[in-house]
Nanobody, 116 residues
């Protein structure tokens, strides 16, 4: 079993910043991809950012230039630095990892609310 624990969500004013963290533990072998998704009320879950084992990153167009994904040296914790937050960034943010062999694991999510 793999457990993913997200933290760092909360309420922030427009233009503010938050940093999300996701720590993976348990039966971790080789993680191929670590990523963040989000789901706003009434909308489908969408990819926000992902980082592959080799370091390649991928971002949704809506967050390019504002969000930065990174990970720790052990490659078991992934971060999402979110800057210049907008009300439309309000959503539940989920961490996801894909292990070698294709197994996917999801965290339970952390709520980010951008409001004045």
């Amino acid at each position: 079993q793999v457990q993913l624990v997200e933290s760092g969500g909360g309420l922030v004013q427009p233009g503010g910043s938050l940093r999300l963290s996701c720590a993976a533990s348990g039966s971790i072998f080789v993680i191929n991809v670590m990523g963040w998704y989000r789901q706003a009320p009434g909308k489908q879950r969408e990819l926000v950012a992902a980082i592959a084992s080799g370091g390649t990153t991928n971002y949704a167009d809506s967050v390019k230039g504002r969000f930065i994904i990174s990970r720790d040296n052990a490659k078991t914790t992934v971060y999402l630095q979110m800057n210049n937050l907008k009300p439309e960034d309000t959503a539940v943010y989920y961490c996801k990892i894909i292990q070698r062999g294709g197994m996917n694991y999801w965290g339970k999510g952390t709520l980010v609310t951008v409001s004045s």
